[in-house]
């Protein structure tokens, strides 16, 4: 859905106020949970997001609007073909997304957005069992992959760097940081 649990927002809000980023990409911001969560803390940053499902724009209200501005761009594709310039920003966030592609793909995400250069990433997945189909027209709502924490640890240690882990009673955080 593109809502997301509150379970470990604080946890990420308190990890986002040490590293300050001043550029950030956002992938399936659905709501934009993570821009209304971190703008009001760090002016000035510049925000990107990367949609796949075009009617969530205005639905949510993504696009910047005169009396508030929650993305500074938006991209309407599937992550998994953006150019690399969309990652080499402080923050890449994936938040409630991987586990809507095949683990393959997901594990090669990973490695693209280290690879072009981000120096942090927020990921956030299920840890426990949520099946999910389409939702509200978006066929990219469906779940393709069940996260264990173990596994992501793995994933995420494999790519170096630094990272911290939380696991709550539905959603796991994990934030890698470049060393």
């Given at each position: 859905?593109?809502?997301?649990?509150?379970e470990?927002?604080?946890?990420?809000l308190?990890?986002?106020?040490?590293?300050?980023?001043?550029?950030?990409?956002?992938?399936?911001?659905?709501?934009?949970?993570?821009?209304?969560?971190?703008?009001?803390?760090?002016?000035?940053?510049?925000?990107?997001a990367?949609?796949?499902?075009?009617?969530?724009i205005a639905?949510?209200?993504?696009?910047?609007t005169?009396?508030?501005t929650?993305?500074d761009?938006?991209?309407?594709?599937?992550?998994r073909?953006?150019?690399?310039?969309?990652?080499?920003?402080?923050?890449v966030?994936l938040?409630?997304?991987?586990?809507h592609?095949?683990?393959?793909?997901?594990?090669?995400?990973?490695?693209?957005?280290?690879?072009a250069?981000?120096?942090?990433?927020?990921?956030?997945?299920?840890?426990?069992?949520?099946?999910q189909g389409?939702?509200?027209?978006?066929?990219?709502?469906?779940?393709?992959?069940?996260?264990?924490?173990?596994?992501?640890?793995?994933?995420?240690?494999s790519?170096g760097?630094?990272v911290?882990?939380?696991?709550?009673?539905?959603?796991?955080?994990?934030?890698?940081?470049?060393?």
């Amino acid at each position: 859905m593109p809502t997301s649990d509150a379970e470990g927002k604080d946890w990420s809000l308190d990890w986002f106020r040490y590293h300050l980023p001043n550029t950030v990409t956002d992938v399936g911001p659905g709501e934009g949970t993570y821009a209304k969560l971190f703008r009001p803390v760090h002016e000035g940053v510049w925000w990107t997001a990367v949609e796949i499902h075009k009617p969530y724009i205005a639905k949510y209200k993504l696009k910047s609007t005169k009396t508030r501005t929650m993305y500074d761009e938006i991209h309407v594709e599937d992550v998994r073909e953006s150019d690399d310039h969309l990652f080499y920003r402080d923050l890449v966030i994936l938040g409630d997304v991987l586990e809507h592609m095949p683990r393959g793909s997901a594990v090669t995400l990973l490695e693209t957005i280290v690879a072009a250069g981000a120096w942090n990433i927020l990921v956030s997945v299920p840890i426990v069992e949520s099946p999910q189909g389409e939702f509200d027209g978006n066929p990219h709502e469906a779940h393709l992959h069940q996260w264990g924490p173990d596994d992501m640890d793995a994933v995420l240690a494999s790519l170096g760097g630094r990272v911290e882990t939380f696991r709550g009673g539905t959603l796991g955080c994990w934030w890698w940081t470049r060393t």
